[in-house]
């Protein structure tokens, strides 16, 4: 048999002992939950019958509370309570109902029958309670039939809920005991399974598999050693292990083959190392830059002898141009560009001959322009550091102008700012004018209107004393009728007479009485009349003091609203100047470092020139060359500095900050601006 036909045999047996392992589990599972369902239903059953149990127990406590209540109100939480905990039985009798099984059924039904009676009795007494008083329900619910009828129906309850609590812890021993034998059942299984699994599998691998595959390594290992007299195991197996040992036996002849013809070859190895050798060494010297080792041997062999012969040219060639160039680099070394190669060469190294005169010939002619050139720049460079020089120097004066413009702008920005300020507070003294006067005028209307009332109350108190004016004629015309029938009637009208005498006199002072306040009403009537008019006048004076206190808060916000624009501008214009500042002194550094480069590149194009002059180019120093340019240059630089755009002026700046200064009378700003008036400005 195959060796893989004896492992899908082994994997089949443990399969096999897998799915009896599973299914047997499946089984156990299966089981123990059907179990454990009974289990939990007649738990649900016990649980059910205990709660219903303790349901009647509230009953009987809430029916007690009632027969022991002083009126029907005070018995009313308990007849709530049990009507409540009636409900609560009917829902569990429910909900039992559904989970009793048909051996119990006959049981359940006479529980069911004495529920009913037991919520209809209890019912009745909650109605009994609410109609008639806790004693009508006492006489009907407090009684020993009543208990007995209770007790009978717990009775019943227990009864029930002990067969159920009986089944419970059966079930539960029989779980217990079907889990032990599963549990012993799946051990043994197992145990067996893998028993015979593992003996068919050692039995497998050291008989069939590693003794035979050990031996047959050991056999390998010899013939790879060179022992190629080794017996191969395992030749006629029909196996892959027998495949394995015939493919070996191959490699053992193939060993053999490969022995006999390394013999023959030995003599050709050793030639061809000597000439490798030799070789290397040639290689190794031109590698380091050494082309004066040669084969130069003699092997015995055609073929090695011309090869060595045509590596000794090609070493001995490259030899030689290889040191023409090394003569000319030593000569362009020490600066002498008059060398050249020499010697006829064909082919690359031809090649090299022209580009290696051609290089020497081109840098001849540089080097000569180069001369010239550093020359040149040498002169150029040394007007240049003047001209920068000079240019600092006007830079430096510029950034010192603009920091003084800074300055000035900074002393004119408070002088307006302190006026913008200024004509803020005047702008706000006016607004609180023109409040005041808003306010006053306001006052003046409420005393206009005050007056008016008091001269309407003056003409109304004239018109009351019309009236007692009227009233005392008439008590006047009374009294004189009174003394004329006193009079008539003699002795008897005396002391009447007497009466209408005193009501006549006190008629006629209440008459004099009625004109003084009549006329000094009149009189305080013009004055006030005339209070009304001042008043009236000084009104409108307000009015006309409110209109052109408007007119000076519209001027005075005008000032200020312009103060504020000319202080913003000022602000504008100083923050130009500081920047112009700033790039003036960036510039000046700028100066400063272009001064420094030129001064560098000046002693840089005095070191280039020396080092120029070191080289040898066959012909005098060209001075005549290089005068041209110095003179040319020499007057460019002469005519830049006499031309009239780059002539001092006067700077802009200065001159405008001058004008404000004057223009807002600060005469120190002015002064402080004007001070520098000597000094140049000059634009790049």
Do not use: C
């Not at 493919?247 to 000597?274: H, I, P, Q």
């Not at 040219?313 to 362009?332: C, H, I, K, M, Y």
């Not at 003091?545 to 103060?563: C, G, K, L, P």
Request: aromatic share 4%; charged share 20%.
């Amino acid at each position: 048999m195959k060796i893989r036909g004896r492992i899908n045999l082994l994997v089949g047996l443990m399969s096999l002992v897998a799915f009896a392992i599973g299914g047997l589990s499946l089984f156990a599972i299966l089981e123990y939950q059907n179990r454990v369902d009974i289990s939990e239903a007649a738990s649900d059953r016990v649980y059910h019958g205990e709660h219903l149990n303790r349901v009647v127990t509230a009953v009987v406590m809430e029916a007690r509370g009632i027969y022991a209540a002083d009126s029907a109100a005070s018995a009313e939480p308990f007849a709530k309570g049990l009507l409540t905990n009636l409900d609560e039985m009917a829902k569990v009798i429910t909900e039992w109902q559904s989970l009793v099984p048909a051996a119990q059924r006959a049981d359940f039904d006479a529980i069911a029958a004495q529920s009913r009676g037991f919520v209809q009795f209890r019912s009745e007494t909650v109605r009994l309670v609410r109609e008639q008083g806790p004693a009508a329900a006492a006489v009907q619910g407090n009684n020993e039939a009543n208990r007995a009828n209770r007790k009978a129906f717990q009775a019943s309850i227990d009864k029930v809920v002990a067969a159920d609590q009986a089944e419970l812890t059966a079930i539960g021993e029989g779980l217990h005991m079907f889990s032990e034998t599963v549990l012993i059942l799946v051990s043994v299984v197992t145990m067996l399974g893998v028993l015979i699994g593992a003996a068919f599998g050692l039995i497998t691998g050291r008989r069939h598999l590693s003794n035979p595959i050990v031996e047959l390594t050991g056999a390998m290992t010899r013939i790879a050693d060179g022992d190629f007299n080794t017996q191969v195991p395992s030749v006629g197996r029909k196996d892959e292990i027998g495949d394995m040992a015939a493919a070996v036996e191959v490699f053992k002849r193939n060993g053999l083959e490969v022995s006999r013809m390394n013999a023959s070859e030995a003599d050709m190895r050793g030639k061809n190392e000597e000439f490798r050798r030799r070789m290397a060494e040639v290689v190794t010297a031109a590698v380091g830059g050494d082309f004066t080792r040669r084969i130069n041997h003699s092997f015995g062999d055609q073929g090695l002898d011309a090869f060595g012969r045509d590596v000794d040219q090609l070493v001995g060639s490259v030899d030689t141009g290889v040191s023409e160039v090394r003569r000319v680099v030593a000569s362009l070394a020490e600066g002498d560009l008059t060398q050249s190669m020499r010697g006829e060469f064909r082919g690359n190294f031809a090649e090299l001959q022209q580009n290696v005169d051609g290089a020497m010939g081109n840098l001849r002619t540089t080097m000569k322009d180069v001369r010239s050139a550093t020359t040149s720049i040498n002169d150029n460079s040394n007007e240049l550091r003047a001209a920068t020089d000079d240019l600092s120097k006007r830079t430096e004066q510029q950034a010192a102008a603009l920091e003084q413009t800074s300055a000035a702008l900074d002393e004119i920005m408070a002088v307006v700012r302190n006026s913008a300020e200024r004509a803020q507070e005047a702008s706000t003294m006016v607004t609180e004018a023109k409040q005041s006067a808003a306010q006053s005028g306001t006052v003046v209307r409420s005393a206009v209107e005050a007056m008016g009332r008091i001269e309407q109350a003056s003409g109304e108190i004239s018109q009351i004393i019309n009236v007692i004016d009227e009233i005392a004629f008439q008590t006047n015309l009374l009294a004189l009728n009174a003394g004329v029938e006193a009079a008539r009637a003699g002795e008897a009208g005396k002391g009447f007479a007497v009466v209408a005498q005193e009501v006549r006199e006190l008629a006629q002072r209440s008459a004099n009485a009625a004109k003084d306040i009549k006329s000094l009403i009149t009189k305080s009537g013009q004055e006030v009349s005339s209070g009304v008019t001042l008043v009236q006048k000084t009104g409108e004076s307000l009015t006309e003091i409110e209109s052109r206190v408007h007119r000076i808060n519209d001027h005075i916000h005008s000032i200020a609203t312009a103060a504020r624009e000319q202080a913003t501008g000022l602000q504008e214009v100083n923050t130009a100047v500081n920047q112009m500042d700033q790039v003036t002194q960036k510039n000046a550094a700028m100066v400063e470092e272009t001064s420094a480069a030129t001064h560098k590149l000046s002693s840089e194009a005095s070191h280039l020139f020396g080092l120029v002059s070191r080289f040898d180019i066959g012909t005098g120093a060209g001075s005549a060359a290089t005068s041209a340019p110095r003179a040319a240059v020499s007057g460019a630089v002469r005519a830049v500095a006499t031309d009239g755009h780059s002539a001092p002026r006067v700077s802009p700046a200065r001159k405008m900050v001058g004008t404000l200064a004057r223009a807002f009378g600060g005469g120190g700003s002015a002064a402080a601006v004007a001070a520098p008036s000597g000094d140049s400005w000059e634009e790049f």
